[in-house]
């Protein structure tokens, strides 16, 4: 082989090792700043797209909220879904931007009513997954009820025409537990230990942890209470226009317990002004 052939041999061997090296060897960019930006992109652009996925949409209860206002059964199974999505980190966020605001500056038709405490570990938007407009909310210590409270409540079934109320405890609740532990508090807090006091009674001989016991059992209460307050909501709930349930929203997994006392024996709902087959019948 002539000196010229083994030159020419040698330099082509290099390109190709430059080429394969070139090849093989980690892009700078592509683990630099710019691809982590693009990684969050895609994680977002994945979080979108689960909103937009009809098996997740089902599974979840992604629903229009004109059919959750309409009827408080499909509102319920919407809060439902919404805390599933935020227990499984993939919250959808809807109606939280600049436009969502604008949709509800001269009406609102919140589709339910929170009446929870005032505990800022318990974000009932975030943990509902739902956006402006859509939650009526109502929020004391141990979500301790008066005069006020029962006002707010009525003027949102009857001025804003929500259909669902959903009284909801927590863990931990700093006021059932004054209740339950405290026998002399200071100042007005007594007002809300006196509201407390017959639940913490109840849960002193039942099995198991007794402030959880009086967490529930307050719930149970309040819950009775707004079923059987006059001169509105009593006559709301017995003629299955309005649900009134109770839940409580632990703190640990995010996760809320909607209390099967609660969802049991609840009157045929029936919107404000239908009247049955039987009520039609006398009529004619």
């Known amino acids: ?26 892009n700078p960019q592509a683990t630099g700043p710019a691809a982590k930006i693009k990684t969050k992109v895609k994680s977002k652009a994945k979080a979108a797209s689960y909103a937009d996925s009809v098996k997740f949409a089902r599974e979840h209860y992604v629903i229009d ?12 199974r919407k809060l439902m879904g919404g805390n599933r999505r935020f227990v499984e980190n993939k ?41 402006v407009g859509d939650l009526f909310i109502v929020r004391t210590a141990g979500q301790v009820m008066a005069e006020a409270s029962y006002g707010s409540i009525e003027f949102a079934t009857v ?56 967490i529930r059992e307050n719930v149970l209460e309040q819950v009775a209470e707004l079923r059987d307050l006059d001169p509105i909501l009593s006559k709301k709930f017995k003629n299955g226009e309005i649900m ?6 632990r703190l640990h997994d995010g996760h809320v317990e909607f209390l099967p006392e609660t969802l049991k024996n609840l009157p045929a709902f029936r919107p404000a002004g239908t009247a049955s087959a039987a009520e039609q019948a006398i009529k004619h």
Do not use: W
């Open 159 to 214: 001025a804003l025409g929500t259909k669902l109320v959903v009284v909801m405890g927590h863990q931990s609740c700093g006021a059932v537990d004054a209740a339950v532990n405290r026998p002399e508090v200071p100042g007005h807090i007594v007002a809300l230990i006196n509201g407390i006091k017959h639940a913490a009674a109840v849960s002193k001989d039942q099995p198991g942890d007794r402030l959880d016991n009086a």
């Open 91 to 131: 919250s959808i966020r809807p109606r939280q931007d600049r436009a969502a605001l604008l949709n509800v500056e001269k009406k609102q038709r919140p589709f339910a009513v929170i009446v929870g405490c005032s505990d800022s570990r318990v974000p009932n938007e975030i943990l509902f997954d739902q956006g």
């Open 65 to 76: 909220r004109d059919s959750a206002y309409i009827d408080p059964r499909v509102g319920l």
């Open 1 to 26: 082989m002539s000196l010229l052939r083994l030159f020419i041999l040698c330099a082509l061997l290099g390109s190709l090792s430059l080429c394969a090296s070139a090849q093989t060897s980690p």
């Open 244 to 249: 009134i349930v109770g839940a409580v929203y």
